[in-house]
């Protein structure tokens, strides 16, 4: 039976359990199994199993299950079985370095050279179950290393170059990880910036770590050294075979732990398992950015046939993905690792930032390697529109774009249609893919086929449509009830997919209370963002839900950063809300009580500096205000809605709670003359 345009295939996940689970059997036949799984799927919902003492009921911690009994090896199939399909020769990576160097693997060459690092690795003493730390910037050592581990059935757990060495100590220590790769330095904004001394200070405490395997990248001297300890990556692999024979893991085995900011100052490490986090990783790559075959409707309409479970060959080889998150982003551990690789393509990795040496430089990288898919984040494309107001110069040549995406927050109408307009020929359908460090993959996006990219059709910029076969969104009231259409509710994950987060890696009742009690007697996953509904019944998010602000796209908790700031000797009380800013969505603002006698000069660039060193320049807040107190329930919470509203100067909503409503106008005070002085 054939698809028509007029009439799309229904969502499996929408018809019954049984079709969405022989839907993800059928995609599972994308990659290569050494054994067949005997239960496609195992779901243990959360289960009543008694009363807390405060008289609430006792849930048991769900277990997910996916291809349980399949084994299989992710780096076969992310690499070796496109070298055995006679396609050894086609170009893997695209390699740029920040100062113009380049360098190209094909898939061959990748093969050897992961080969040779799962050798290394094998060779300190590394076995499956491992953990191994990657704290390493975009260079190809670090999707060598990463498969290496996923090769030998050690789990990563890649750690964002920006992060301190405070917040990397923290992933060290709670993985219990026996090596830790990194790197001399990095180039950042046209520097060599030190990082080794950053991961000594991380491996200085009570850990596991074996070794430091160095990367040599910025060619720094000097570098601190533990003899024994640190050895430098090209020394390690210069005596290894570029032959190893990949040994196939359970589907079910841990393949990396990715650590998440939640409401509370620890960060939580997701699981992720090899089998089915990569089947989905693979399919709604193909889905997402062109890869599955066409099928003509009734009405000579050609679409992408959805429920396809192989790519068309002529499309992957004409790909050439980039995806511009850093590496150590579930965005690229997915789109750009994994997902990408799993389907053969071609794709650009590229050190830099994006104004480095000059603005246009991703419109050079763009042209240079013919990329046909950007994926990146709506806070790069306002700033791609803030140096480029009046258009993208002609110098550059961007023909080869035929599909955009977008991730990390909701993207404005403004930066759709420039993105759409400026790099997309004003044609590229813009994928919106919604989704999150736990899911895995893509939950909700509109497909690159969809009429709304059509010409002449009306767009939805923003909007982030539809659940993706095989899985499925409602948006829903704290009771579990639908919401009506433009009401804002609260989006779950009804059906899952295989690529869902297991557990928080050594703490399961965590993975229960902040995902699953919520809805714990349906079943359902809270993904902590609020959404709503429009009449076509497609689904806008609206942003987090919880204490978690998104700034840039990334994840950040309030809550960590107050820890941060009440550890500084100057402050007694500190509330951190997002407040909005043009450029990155959000901005982190930081309300502070300080002790009394605090001189009140270079409070801010202090405060900004010591949040910088606790968590990473990312952390940092953007606009530091000292107020005489912070509003404040009944049990003590900090309001921080309220503190958005006061700084926005928005009308204060429900302050019923509020244990301290005198103190308003002094706070609301503060604030403004702060805005007068800065
Ligand atoms: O609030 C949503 C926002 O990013 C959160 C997930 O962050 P993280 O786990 O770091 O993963 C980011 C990349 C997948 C979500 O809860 N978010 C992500 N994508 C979108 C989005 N909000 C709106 N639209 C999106 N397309």
Not at 105 to 116: C, G
Not at 220 to 227: A, L
Not at 596 to 613: E, I, Y
Request: include cysteine.
């Amino acid at each position: 039976m054939t698809t028509t345009a007029t009439a799309p295939a229904p969502n499996p996940a929408l018809v019954s359990d049984e079709a969405r689970i022989d839907f993800w059997a059928r995609q599972a036949g994308r990659l290569d199994w050494s054994t067949p799984w005997h239960t496609t799927h195992r779901w243990q919902p959360p289960t009543a199993v008694g009363t807390e003492p405060d008289g609430t009921v006792r849930w048991s911690v769900p277990e997910i299950g996916w291809f349980e009994g399949g084994t299989l090896n992710v780096a076969y199939n992310c690499v070796d079985r496109h070298v055995e399909a006679g396609r050894g020769d086609h170009v893997a990576l695209y390699v740029e370095g920040e100062p113009g160097d380049r360098r190209t693997y094909t898939y061959a060459e990748l093969q050897r050279e992961v080969a040779r690092a799962a050798n290394a690795l094998l060779s300190l003493g590394v076995e499956a179950g491992d953990r191994v730390v990657i704290y390493l910037p975009v260079i190809p050592e670090t999707v060598i290393a990463t498969l290496a581990c996923a090769r030998i059935g050690a789990v990563h757990s890649l750690v964002f170059g920006g992060f301190s060495a405070e917040a990397l100590r923290f992933r060290v220590e709670d993985t219990g990880a026996k090596v830790l790769v990194t790197t001399d330095g990095q180039f950042r904004r046209g520097a060599a910036v030190p990082v080794k001394a950053a991961a000594d200070e991380a491996v200085s405490g009570d850990n596991a770590i074996e070794h430091v395997l160095v990367v040599r990248r910025t060619g720094e001297t000097d570098i601190p050294w533990t003899p024994g300890r640190d050895l430098w990556w090209h020394d390690v692999l210069a005596g290894q075979s570029d032959v190893h024979v990949p040994q196939p893991f359970d589907a079910e085995a841990p393949l990396f732990i990715i650590y998440t900011s939640g409401t509370t100052g620890r960060p939580k490490g997701l699981v992720h398992t090899m089998g089915g986090y990569l089947v989905q990783a693979a399919y709604t790559h193909a889905l997402l950015f062109d890869l599955l075959p066409e099928t003509t409707g009734d009405d000579g309409v050609a679409r992408p046939d959805e429920l396809a479970a192989v790519n068309d060959p002529v499309k992957v080889d004409r790909t050439v993905h980039w995806c511009t998150a850093d590496l150590a982003w579930v965005t690229a551990h997915t789109y750009e690792i994994y997902g990408p690789l799993a389907n053969g393509v071609s794709e650009v990795l590229y050190e830099g930032t994006p104004t480095t040496p000059h603005p246009g430089r991703h419109f050079e990288i763009i042209e240079r390697y013919g990329v046909t898919t950007y994926y990146t984040a709506p806070t790069l494309v306002r700033s791609l529109m803030a140096a480029f107001f009046d258009g993208v110069p002609a110098t550059y040549d961007l023909s080869s774009v035929r599909l955009l995406g977008s991730v990390g927050e909701a993207i404005n109408p403004e930066a759709w249609r420039w993105l759409r307009a400026q790099v997309g020929a004003g044609t590229a359908p813009v994928v919106d893919t919604w989704w999150q460090s736990e899911t895995g993959a893509t939950i909700l996006s509109p497909r690159p086929g969809d009429a709304q990219f059509d010409d002449g059709a009306a767009p939805k910029p923003g909007c982030a449509t539809r659940p993706v076969p095989g899985v499925s969104v409602r948006v829903v009231d704290e009771h579990g009830a639908a919401v009506a259409p433009g009401e804002h509710g609260l989006a779950v994950v009804d059906k899952i997919g295989p690529s869902m987060a297991r557990t928080v890696w050594g703490d399961p009742q965590r993975y229960l209370d902040s995902y699953w009690r919520a809805f714990a007697a349906q079943g359902w996953f809270l993904a902590g963002d609020g959404a709503k509904v429009d009449a076509d019944g497609d689904i806008w998010i609206l942003g987090r839900v919880d204490d978690v602000i998104n700034v840039s796209g990334h994840r950040l908790s309030t809550i960590e950063i107050e820890s941060a700031l009440v550890a500084h000797p100057w402050v007694v009380e500190a509330g951190v809300a997002p407040t909005a800013d043009a450029r990155t969505g959000h901005a982190i603002t930081a309300f502070v009580v300080l002790h009394d006698g605090v001189p009140l000069t270079d409070v801010a660039p202090a405060l900004r500096a010591h949040v910088s060193r606790e968590i990473g320049p990312i952390a940092k807040p953007a606009h530091v205000v000292i107020v005489p107190d912070l509003p404040k329930t009944r049990s003590g919470k900090i309001m921080r809605r309220l503190l958005t509203q006061l700084f926005e100067g928005t009308e204060l909503g429900d302050t019923t709670s509020l244990q301290n409503a005198p103190a308003i106008p002094a706070i609301a005070a503060a604030v403004t003359s702060w805005k007068d002085n800065s």
